[in-house]
Each structure stands twice: as structure tokens, then as C-alpha cells.
């Protein structure tokens, strides 16, 4: 488990200001989600946690330290995007286990990884199988997997359920939950999906055009709304 703050993050692209000075704080094993409308940049506030991404000014800090210049592996956080990003040429077990072969892991250590993730996401009989003989919610779980096996301090994921059809996500929401527990991870999610962020969510971000509208709990923000921004992306009566 790791613990997050951002100090005034921006972020721009070129001419393009699409982060506006974002604080924020992520406490140990907390679910954070965040929501807003397409293009307000939530994307590109996980691509910064992540170190995948330079900000343009501000801080970030993990478990008390500055990473700001570390780079995304040394940051000990795990990725999961929306398009899953599996290795088509390569088997589950291998991609699974492809993140850790480069860091001198023992084989016996990776493989227990991989077992281990296997298992918890119920994979266990498609090891063998190629990414083009599962399903969407299959292949999420690889995705997930892999994850999973860098047993990382905070997880950050993109959409991850946004390519499954309804059905799935219900099913896969509640698996997340599940696995939440279960890791005792940090979680930070994107999301522009209403009901995952109220079902997941300990604390959910708002996010519009690049700042932050309001973070609350989900009956906070459903009973509190900031403005009628936030009540309409909630869903809340007001
Ligand atoms: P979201 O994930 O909320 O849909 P993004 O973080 O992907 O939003 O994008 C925020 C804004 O930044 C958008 O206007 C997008 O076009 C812009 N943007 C994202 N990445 C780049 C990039 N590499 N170059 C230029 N503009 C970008
Ligand atoms: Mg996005």
C-alpha cells in the first residue's frame, strides 16, 4: 500500500493548459476514482502519477517522497489501460510474467506471481491459451494480472472495463472490489462511467476542463453537490 499527493500539478500541451494546478491527496488502500467528461484530462492525471507523462509544474509525491524525476519503473506503481495492451504473440503465462523477467526476479519467484494472479482472477485454465482465444473479460483479467503480479504499492487503472459490454462490467466491477480488498492495494481509477464510480469508489474526484470541481465521498457527493456540474455527473437530485 502507498499513500499519493499532488501539489499543483498542471499540464500543458504546447499552447494547450489541460491541467490546472491539481492537489489532491490518496490516503493507503483508499479506492479513488476519478470521472468527468471526455478530454477533461483524466487520462493525463494518471499518465503523470504513473511517470508516463512529465507535468509541466507542481509535485508529486510518493509515500512521502518527491518522484517528480523518478522514473515510471522505479515508481513502484502498476498501470491497467483500457485497451488491455496484451502481447497477441504471446501466451497468458508469458504475459503475465513478461513485466518481471527483465528485473533478475528468480524463475521460481515469477512463476509463483503468476500462479498466485492466475488463481485470484480465475484464469488459471487459459495460461496456455493465446490473448486471441479469450474473451474481452478474459483478456481484462490478463491485463489486470499483470498488474497484479508487479505487486505494486498503488494501482492505476484507465477505463479498464470501458470495452466490455454491460453484463460484463457488472460482474467485473464487483471483482474489483473484491480484489481491492483482497490485495489491501491503493487504487486510483478513471472513469466516466457513473456507476462504477458510485459502486467502487471510497472518495470520488471530479474533474472538468482540467480542475478539480469537488472529492467526496460518494453519498457526499450525492447529497452535497458543489454545483450543478457535479449533480449532473452524479446523478444526484439536486
Ligand atoms: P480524458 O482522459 O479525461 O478523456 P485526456 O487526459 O486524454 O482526457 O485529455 C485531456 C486533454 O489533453 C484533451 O484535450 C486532449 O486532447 C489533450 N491531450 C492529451 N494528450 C495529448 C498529447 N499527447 N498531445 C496534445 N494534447 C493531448
Ligand atoms: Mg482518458
Redesign the pocket.
Known amino acids: 500500500m502507498s499513500h499519493l499527493a499532488l501539489r499543483q500539478v498542471t499540464k500543458q500541451?504546447?499552447s494547450?493548459k489541460?491541467l490546472h494546478g491539481v492537489d489532491l491527496d490518496v490516503r493507503d488502500g483508499e479506492f479513488v476514482v476519478f470521472v468527468?467528461?471526455?478530454?477533461?484530462?483524466?487520462?493525463?492525471?494518471l499518465r503523470i502519477i504513473a511517470g508516463l507523462e512529465d507535468a509541466s509544474s507542481g509535485e508529486i509525491h510518493l509515500d512521502d517522497r518527491q518522484v517528480n524525476d523518478v522514473s515510471a519503473a522505479d515508481r513502484g506503481l502498476a498501470m491497467v489501460f483500457q485497451s488491455y495492451a496484451l502481447y497477441p504473440h504471446m501466451s497468458v503465462r508469458q504475459n503475465l510474467a513478461f513485466g518481471l523477467e527483465n528485473s533478475r526476479m528468480p524463475k521460481t519467484e515469477i512463476e509463483a506471481r503468476v500462479m498466485e494472479a492466475a488463481r485470484m482472477l480465475l484464469i488459471e485454465p487459459l495460461l496456455n491459451r493465446k490473448p486471441g482465444q479469450l474473451s474481452g473479460g478474459q483478456r481484462q483479467r490478463v491485463a489486470i494480472g499483470r498488474a497484479i503480479v508487479r505487486r505494486p504499492g498503488i494501482f492505476l487503472l484507465?477505463e479498464p472495463l470501458s470495452n466490455l459490454d454491460a453484463e460484463l462490467r457488472v460482474v467485473m466491477r464487483a471483482e474489483l472490489a473484491a480484489l481491492h480488498k483482497r490485495l489491501a492495494a491503493t487504487m486510483i481509477y478513471?472513469t466516466h462511467d457513473q456507476t462504477e464510480a458510485m459502486t467502487l469508489a471510497d472518495r470520488i474526484v471530479v474533474?472538468r476542463d482540467?480542475r478539480v470541481e469537488q472529492v467526496g465521498t460518494p453519498l457526499e457527493l450525492y447529497n452535497k453537490p458543489a454545483n450543478r456540474f457535479v449533480a449532473g455527473f452524479i446523478g444526484s437530485p439536486r
Not at 468527468?36 to 492525471?45: I, Y
Open positions: 500541451f504546447g494547450v489541460v468527468g467528461p471526455s478530454g477533461c484530462g483524466k487520462s493525463t492525471l484507465d478513471v474533474l482540467g
